[in-house]
């Protein structure tokens, strides 16, 4: 049997390989502030992230949160911030940091990690339930609706917008969906990370009526598939509860968890 890494061998490369200007590919303007990337998107959306801290200790920690803050506080265009925290940096004080400073913590997610190759496996579907890749704009916008609607937001463009902008970018980005009797009933991205090994499996959601039976890892099996065919040996992807037992059944493993804060104006 081949070889296979394991989640500390996973985590590294995760963090030396998606932890650069790699992780914020349709970003609009990325400001250096100490170790921090302050990322600037549309819509008037941004995201800090690094690779790490550089050793600062909880009073650096604390000078550094304001400073971040008041960066998008100056452009007025920016509405919301997720500052993105991962369970295994050296960070000492960041959550209180991140709260004392108007940031609320939203529901951590598990960040599973694995080869592709595991993934490409056959999954029968349920009879009626076909996949295909989708690019045209419908079809772009009644998946995002699908979407919002799974995940109990209201339907907006502001996905789909994103989305075509991004496909018509041709950066190997790839909508999927399951379908049934011609309604979209789950769905799902392939993110392939250009300078790296890896592609993203995101956005995963499925109407209630038709989970747990097959579809999603389905999705996820097809998207493995085009990934190794891109090149992409590992995937990786961040997972509600949902989601995570499937990749783990499917074979990626967690290697951490993230938990998103987040500041709006």
């Not at 907006?156 to 018509?168: F, I, N, Y």
């Not at 392939?190 to 999603?216: C, H, N, Q, S």
């Not at 097809?222 to 590992?234: E, F, M, S």
């Given at each position: 049997?081949?070889?296979?890494?394991?989640?500390?061998?996973?985590?590294?490369?995760?963090?030396?390989?998606?932890?650069?200007?790699?992780?914020?590919?349709?970003?609009?303007?990325?400001?250096?502030?100490?170790?921090?990337?302050?990322?600037?998107?549309?819509?008037?959306?941004?995201?800090?992230?690094?690779?790490?801290?550089?050793?600062?200790?909880?009073?650096?920690?604390?000078?550094?949160?304001?400073?971040?803050?008041?960066?998008?506080?100056?452009?007025?265009?920016?509405?919301?911030?997720?500052?993105?925290?991962?369970?295994?940096?050296?960070?000492p004080?960041?959550p209180?940091?991140?709260?004392?400073?108007?940031?609320?913590?939203?529901?951590?997610?598990?960040?599973?990690?694995?080869?592709?190759?595991?993934?490409d496996v056959?999954?029968?579907?349920?009879?009626?339930?076909?996949?295909?890749?989708?690019?045209?704009?419908a079809?772009?916008?009644?998946?995002?609706?699908?979407?919002?609607?799974v995940?109990?937001?209201?339907?907006?463009?502001?996905?789909?917008?994103?989305?075509?902008?991004?496909?018509?970018?041709?950066?190997?980005?790839?909508?999927?969906?399951?379908?049934?009797?011609g309604?979209?009933?789950?769905?799902?991205?392939?993110?392939?990370?250009?300078?790296?090994?890896?592609a993203?499996?995101?956005?995963?959601?499925?109407?209630?009526?038709?989970?747990?039976?097959?579809?999603y890892?389905?999705?996820?099996?097809?998207?493995a598939?085009?990934?190794?065919?891109?090149?992409?040996?590992?995937?990786?992807?961040?997972?509600?509860?949902?989601?995570?037992?499937?990749?783990?059944?499917?074979?990626?493993?967690?290697?951490?968890?993230?938990?998103?804060?987040?500041?709006?104006?």
């Amino acid at each position: 049997m081949p070889w296979v890494k394991t989640a500390d061998q996973l985590l590294a490369t995760y963090d030396e390989q998606l932890r650069t200007d790699a992780e914020t590919p349709s970003a609009l303007a990325v400001t250096r502030l100490g170790p921090l990337r302050l990322v600037t998107y549309a819509h008037g959306r941004g995201f800090v992230t690094y690779r790490d801290l550089g050793g600062l200790d909880a009073d650096g920690i604390r000078r550094l949160v304001p400073q971040a803050r008041a960066h998008y506080e100056s452009d007025a265009t920016v509405n919301c911030v997720e500052w993105k925290t991962r369970a295994h940096d050296d960070a000492p004080g960041l959550p209180d940091a991140l709260v004392a400073n108007g940031f609320v913590p939203e529901e951590s997610e598990s960040i599973m990690v694995g080869e592709a190759r595991v993934l490409d496996v056959e999954v029968p579907l349920p009879r009626g339930v076909t996949l295909r890749e989708v690019s045209a704009d419908a079809d772009v916008r009644a998946m995002s609706a699908m979407q919002d609607e799974v995940f109990g937001d209201p339907v907006s463009d502001e996905s789909a917008d994103a989305w075509l902008r991004r496909l018509a970018l041709a950066d190997g980005m790839q909508l999927w969906v399951a379908e049934a009797e011609g309604r979209m009933i789950s769905a799902g991205r392939l993110e392939p990370v250009a300078g790296t090994d890896f592609a993203g499996i995101w956005g995963g959601a499925t109407r209630p009526e038709w989970r747990g039976k097959g579809i999603y890892r389905a999705l996820t099996a097809a998207r493995a598939r085009r990934a190794l065919h891109l090149g992409k040996t590992l995937v990786h992807s961040d997972s509600t509860e949902f989601s995570r037992p499937i990749l783990e059944r499917a074979g990626l493993v967690k290697v951490s968890t993230t938990t998103p804060y987040v500041w709006r104006r």
